[in-house]
């Protein structure tokens, strides 16, 4: 039995004011007083680990100005099972008029031609989209996807009390942020604050140094899925693992057993300069501590070693697609539009303040957006210095990926080793997803 929910009744904020303002630079056509889909219902497949504050705000402007209503489809929890559950429905028919889904390799995964509506001949709607989110909602030439929510990115966030304190610039090569690691340790402070306990936080230095990776050669991703690349015989990709084992010597002396809570809580009050960590952080900080805390955090890329291309490594959002098959495609499509309007996302933004900037160009961010993300995540992607995270261009999964960084960072192995050890981790998942393998 599916779950279904009226989300117009659930939104926290009720939409008033015109409904034809606030569309920014993409419109869509109704004319004024009439309802164009009314007596329709959408259904929107998701699951009960999305926070949807800022999705029901945006349906209810919908309803409101198209006439459909909207029921959210909420199937249980993510993760493999709502994989699972997704490439059931889709081959028997069962899809939902909306899928929430993930942007990038798992999406291209699931055959995206034979189920969603291709939005490729709307050059309104896709002209507003970011050529890097672009990208993961797209295959064989054709786009579905439009972005559910903000985005995140894997980097470096810093004090910018201690950094003014110590006359720090921001560095813009690996170096350089070394250096001003051992400034910082000289001081007496912590340079560089760890969270290893909860296991994931550890691996983000490898993870969010992907934009170099990619960046010394842009065809990583495809050669490594057919097993042409290796971590072990990539320059940049060796790097990767060795700055897990450079940042040791700065890092708080309990860093394996910190977990990701306390060191919220530690960095939100000065006790470390740097945290390599997802920007989603920044959300848990200002819940806790407020605008204060968060306004002194400030953010950069893991850098490479050339100072002309320091870039971002981001964490693309889901998407919403539309079933192909579905009867009231044209009433999906025409919300989907709206969704990332100028309207919708000042809508969605009053809700959930954005962890990073939102794939879609020229939306001036909104006035709650964290300095972080408005000041200097945008200007990553406003000069095109971003690039998506290995896992939304490989399918392959890296089991050992949290130990062995882990290793690297405790000096029980080299880099080298954590390179090599990790290609063959990697040929295991190829073999599982029955990929050719060289």
């Known amino acids: 039995m599916k779950k279904r929910f009226m989300a117009g009744l659930t939104a926290a904020v009720l ?18 007083g009439e309802k164009e889909f009314s007596g329709i219902t959408l259904d929107l497949m998701t699951t009960n680990e999305n926070v949807l504050d800022g999705l029901n705000a945006v349906i209810t402007a919908a309803e409101e100005k198209f006439g459909f209503k909207i029921e959210l489809d909420i199937t249980g929890s993510g993760g493999e099972d709502y994989n699972n559950l997704v490439r059931t429905r889709l081959a028997s028919g069962d899809m939902d008029d ?26 309104e709607l896709v002209d507003r989209l970011d050529e890097t989110f672009l990208e ?6 054709a786009v579905y996807g439009v972005p559910f929510s903000s985005s995140q990115a894997g980097c470096i966030l810093y004090n910018k009390e201690i950094y003014k304190e110590l006359n720090l610039e921001i560095p813009h090569t690996w170096d350089e ?72 010597e700065y890092l708080n002396e309990d860093y394996m057993s910190t977990g990701y809570s306390d060191a919220c809580d530690r960095f939100a009050n000065g006790e470390g300069a740097h945290w390599i960590i997802l920007t989603q952080v920044l959300s848990n900080i200002y819940s806790l501590y407020g605008e204060e ?107 050992e990926a949290i130990a062995l960084i882990q290793q690297v960072t405790m000096g029980e192995i080299t880099a080298e080793e954590a390179a090599a050890a990790y290609d063959q981790n990697l040929e295991s998942s190829a073999i599982q997803l029955g990929l050719e393998w060289e």
């Open 177 to 248: 942020f070394l250096e001003n690691c051992k400034v910082i340790k000289e001081s007496g402070q912590t340079p560089v604050l760890g969270a290893f306990g909860d296991g994931w936080p550890g691996i983000v230095t490898n993870f969010g140094d992907y934009y170099n990776v990619h960046a010394e050669n842009p065809d990583f991703a495809e050669e490594l899925t057919a097993g042409k690349a290796k971590w072990a015989a990539t320059p940049a990709g060796v790097k990767s693992f060795q700055k897990c084992g450079d940042i040791a």
């Open 98 to 123: 909306l899928l929430l889904y993930n942007s990038g390799a798992l999406f291209k995964q699931l055959n995206p031609s034979q189920y969603f509506v291709d939005i490729s001949n709307d050059k």
């Open 293 to 399: 805390a968060v306004s002194n955090i400030g953010a950069f890329g893991i850098p490479g070693d050339d100072p002309d291309d320091h870039g971002l490594t981001v964490w693309m959002p889901g998407a919403i697609y539309a079933n192909k098959d579905s009867e009231n495609a044209a009433a999906a499509e025409a919300f989907m539009k709206f969704y990332i309007s100028d309207e919708a996302l000042d809508l969605y933004s009053e809700q959930i303040p954005p962890d990073g900037p939102y794939c879609i160009k020229e939306y001036e961010m909104p006035k709650n957006t964290y300095p972080a993300v408005k000041d200097d995540m945008q200007a990553y992607f406003d000069e095109g210095k971003t690039w998506p995270a290995l896992e939304f261009s490989s399918p392959l999964e890296g089991t």
């Open 136 to 141: 993961t909602v797209s295959a064989d030439g």
């Open 15 to 32: 939409f008033t004011g015109s409904v034809a303002a606030g569309m920014g630079s993409v419109t869509v056509n109704a004319s004024e």
